[in-house]
């Protein structure tokens, strides 16, 4: 079993910079694929980045692509997201997420979210 939590969310104001991390516990997520969606009020939960268990390939949301990173850590099991030129639009509970197949939409374990608000 694999818990996932969430850090890093809060309030900031256009154009800002945050580092999520979301930290992987109860056994090593070496081997998975692990990824953020988010979630706004009202919308369904959406992809925001995606990357490969050995950290050399990445997928993107097109909304995000060029202002955020994501990367990860294994020694630390851990994961990051940097997100830099924030907008309005970011303002959503981000949620990671961990599964050995999660490239192709089949993740098995997910964080309960840190909440990122972005004022402009």
């Known amino acids: 079993q694999v818990q996932l939590v969430e850090s890093g969310g809060g309030l900031v104001q256009t154009g800002d910079s945050l580092r999520l991390s979301c930290a992987a516990s109860?056994?090593?997520?070496?081997?998975?694929?692990m990824g953020w969606f988010r979630q706004s009020p009202g919308k369904e939960r959406e992809f925001v980045a995606a990357?490969?268990?050995?950290?050399?390939?990445?997928q993107y949301a097109d909304s995000v692509k060029g202002r955020f990173t994501i990367s990860r850590e294994d020694g630390q099991n851990t994961m990051y997201l940097q997100m830099n030129s924030l907008e309005a639009e970011d303002t959503a509970v981000y949620y990671c997420?961990?599964?050995?197949?999660?490239?192709?939409?089949?993740?098995?374990?997910w964080g309960q979210g840190t909440q990122v608000t972005v004022s402009s």
């Open positions: 997420a961990a599964g050995k197949w999660g490239l192709s939409g089949d993740w098995n374990y």
């Open positions: 109860g056994q090593t997520v070496s081997s998975y694929a």
């Open positions: 990357i490969n268990w050995s950290g050399d390939y990445t």
